[in-house]
């Protein structure tokens, strides 16, 4: 072999070591930024571009990456193939570069969109609204009862009645429809009361018996005594 042949070979085994370290060293940098990325979350937005057996196959820094059927959506996929090339929004679960795996999941993106959702639904109820509502279900200190728009407010067992009752079975059942009253809205939680309505009654009650014109008060958790405050006998 010629001395400038030899050169020749070892300069190109030289380049293509460099560039083999370079590749590594690259895809190490990878590696460690989608760890950062599920580490603090990031929302991605990714396109499918392969579907196979159980899963769609996306790209994240031009890193393979596995989108699980069960993850895809927040509901049942039927057909995979429906979901090639169309535009995800996916989290990253899993990152394991010495097996090169790396799992994500677009059902908690979309789970947390609908949650984000719900609590400005649930923001924008007004306190002393009446509602109609049907009952989910019973507990031992209270019924839960659906309103509408996925919202789910709380019956305490001390907000069915002015009388005391022992159980919530004794006023209601699941399934039943019932009318209440938004008594408190904080923390994503809705608090409902029939007791309120019954004390609404009988101030109006009151009121016509008097002569007084009848004015509900913001706060719908006011008692009685509250509400009968502005009326001179």
Do not use: C
Request: no cysteine; hydrophobic share 40%.
């Amino acid at each position: 072999m010629s001395e400038e042949l030899k050169e020749t070979r070892e300069e190109f085994e030289k380049e293509l070591e460099a560039s083999l370290e370079k590749a590594e060293t690259s895809e190490g940098m990878a590696w460690a930024h989608l760890e950062q990325m599920k580490e603090e979350g990031t929302v991605l937005s990714l396109t499918v571009g392969g579907v196979v057996n159980g899963g769609v196959i996306v790209y994240v820094e031009g890193i393979r990456g596995f989108i699980p059927a069960s993850l895809l959506s927040t509901g049942y996929v039927e057909d995979l193939n429906t979901w090639l090339q169309k535009d995800v929004e996916a989290k990253i679960i899993t990152v394991e570069e010495e097996n090169q795996r790396l799992v994500l999941s677009a059902k908690a993106v979309a789970k947390e969109k609908e949650r984000k959702a719900l609590q400005e639904r649930i923001g924008q109820l007004k306190v002393g609204t009446v509602v109609e509502g049907t009952v989910e279900n019973l507990m031992p200190y209270g019924a839960f009862v659906d309103i509408g728009e996925g919202i789910s407010g709380l019956i305490h067992i001390s907000q069915f009645s002015k009388k005391r009752i022992k159980t919530p079975e004794e006023m209601v059942k699941e399934g039943q429809k019932v009318t209440v009253k938004i008594i408190k809205v904080a923390n994503g939680k809705v608090s409902l009361s029939m007791k309120a309505l019954e004390e609404d009654k009988e101030a109006e009650k009151k009121a016509r018996e008097t002569g007084v014109e009848y004015t509900e008060k913001e706060d719908a958790g006011t008692s009685l005594g509250d509400l009968l405050a502005n009326i001179k006998l």
